[in-house]
């Protein structure tokens, strides 16, 4: 007789009005798989089912193609649940593999009532929290901790770790620090504290990789870290699924959908760091694979996991204690970078220019200083033939804060000839002139699109 057809008297869970009922029978049994259309359902044989679980919420199903959730009021009847959980488990006890199955059912139940409550999605999105904030408070701590290519290869590199931390908007914070949180738990309870924690280091270190492989100017976000623990997790749901409780499962179909979706997105939405998504998505999910272990398994950290996790918080420490310093040492810190531009035989107008407008929008700069940006400044306008607008504005704002107002005219009057319709260069013509305030330089947003970004402005990759 055909399992999908052949239905027990008391093989149905009836459900509300316009829900599709659970019916069991001989093989297998028929549940609903949407909570927005009620009716749609499927048939899936008992032997596929890995572990079933009654919450307060309702029914979690884990099978080997997917994991569904049933809520508590989809049922007409409130004890259905539990009566539900109860007969399947009679369903698989009783195949030929039947009292090895429901043990292990019984070890994932003893994992859900027994999981310490987990840590490390909500300590990380804290940490990024706490970096946006000190950042809010201490604007000079991004340009420190943002990954800036050109200071990578100059040895800087501690960036290939601050990056991670460091978020431009409160929109990219706030989703990238719910991310962390929810699968970041998710992957401790899976996979146990130390794995997950080691995930996240990995998948950091992949994020970082694609952001050099794909010779990005600039980048900040724990973007590549959320897509790491999205790997890793997809890798459980489709490698190992019966290692998982059903209720910490997410919907196979949703989820490789999600994942899809961001690929896409990455690929398509200009300033979204596609090669740090991608990056941290095949490192986190080639350490899940290497980290899973089998049903029933002590979840407890080995020592090379904590090793190695030892050595990524020593590295992670180092990293933000250094940017920071540099941040604190803000003089030296430049004046070291513009001395090995001024060094080097054939330096970057753009990196010079950049050097230059850094130390020129510090707050209250050093005649020392000042006077290593003019360096930088003139050499990038002479390597550049006084043709790059942005170029010699930096040259002119360099000029007006040595208190040098004619000469800082005579080359805003260069820039405006090569281009005389540009507002910024209008409005900084006004403020040497006086008739704007000295300290009121124009906004950011004002700047014209050809000068580098710095952490507060648009254009970085995310």
Do not use: K
């Amino acid at each position: 007789m055909e399992g999908g057809n052949a239905a027990h008297a008391d093989g149905r869970f009836p459900a509300r009005s316009g829900g599709a009922d659970v019916v069991l029978h001989e093989t297998g049994f028929r549940h609903p798989v949407s909570r927005v259309l009620r009716g749609l359902s499927r048939f899936t044989a008992y032997r596929d089912l890995t572990h079933v679980a009654a919450t307060a919420r309702g029914v979690a199903l884990g099978t080997t193609h997917g994991a569904w959730f049933i809520r508590r009021r989809h049922f007409e009847a409130s004890n259905a649940p539990e009566r539900l959980v109860e007969a399947l488990r009679g369903r698989v006890a009783g195949l030929a593999a039947g009292p090895d199955r429901s043990r292990q059912m019984d070890r994932l139940d003893a994992r859900v009532r027994e999981a310490p409550r987990p840590h490390l999605g909500g300590v990380l999105a804290g940490v990024v929290v706490g970096i946006a904030a000190a950042v809010w408070v201490w604007s000079d701590l991004a340009a420190e901790f943002v990954f800036a290519a050109r200071y990578v290869a100059e040895g800087e590199l501690w960036r290939l770790v601050t990056l991670h931390g460091l978020h431009l908007h409160p929109l990219h914070l706030g989703l990238n620090a719910v991310a962390l949180w929810v699968l970041g738990d998710l992957l401790e309870l899976s996979l146990g504290r130390g794995r997950a924690a080691l995930v996240a280091a990995l998948s950091a270190a992949g994020a970082a990789a694609g952001c050099v492989w794909a010779g990005y100017v600039d980048a900040l976000g724990a973007s590549g870290v959320v897509s790491g623990f999205a790997g890793a997790l997809l890798v459980l749901e489709l490698r190992a699924p019966a290692t998982v409780p059903a209720p910490w499962r997410l919907p196979r179909r949703l989820f490789v959908a999600a994942v899809v979706l961001d690929l896409g997105l990455s690929a398509l939405v200009p300033g979204i760091a596609e090669a740090a998504h991608v990056g941290g998505f095949l490192a986190g999910g080639t350490a899940g694979w290497a980290l899973l272990r089998p049903p029933g398994a002590d979840l407890r950290a080995p020592g090379w996991v904590r090793f190695g996790n030892g050595l990524a918080a020593a590295v992670l420490v180092w990293a933000f204690a250094t940017g920071t310093l540099a941040a604190l040492d803000f003089e030296r810190t430049w004046h070291a970078r513009g001395e090995r531009l001024l060094a080097a035989e054939a330096a970057d107008p753009e990196a010079l220019n950049e050097a230059a407008w850094r130390i020129a929008i510090s707050d209250a700069p050093s005649r020392t200083l000042l006077a290593l940006a003019e360096e930088l400044a003139l050499r990038a306008v002479t390597e550049t033939r006084g043709l790059r607008p942005h170029i010699l504005d930096t040259l002119a704002e360099v000029y007006f804060l040595e208190d040098r107002i004619e000469e800082a005219l005579e080359v805003n009057a260069d820039a405006l000839r090569i281009d005389p319709e540009d507002p910024y260069l209008r409005e900084q013509r006004r403020r040497y002139r006086g008739e704007r305030a000295r300290d009121d330089r124009p906004e950011p947003g004002e700047a014209p699109p050809d000068r580098i970004p710095i952490p507060d402005e648009p254009g970085i990759r995310i």
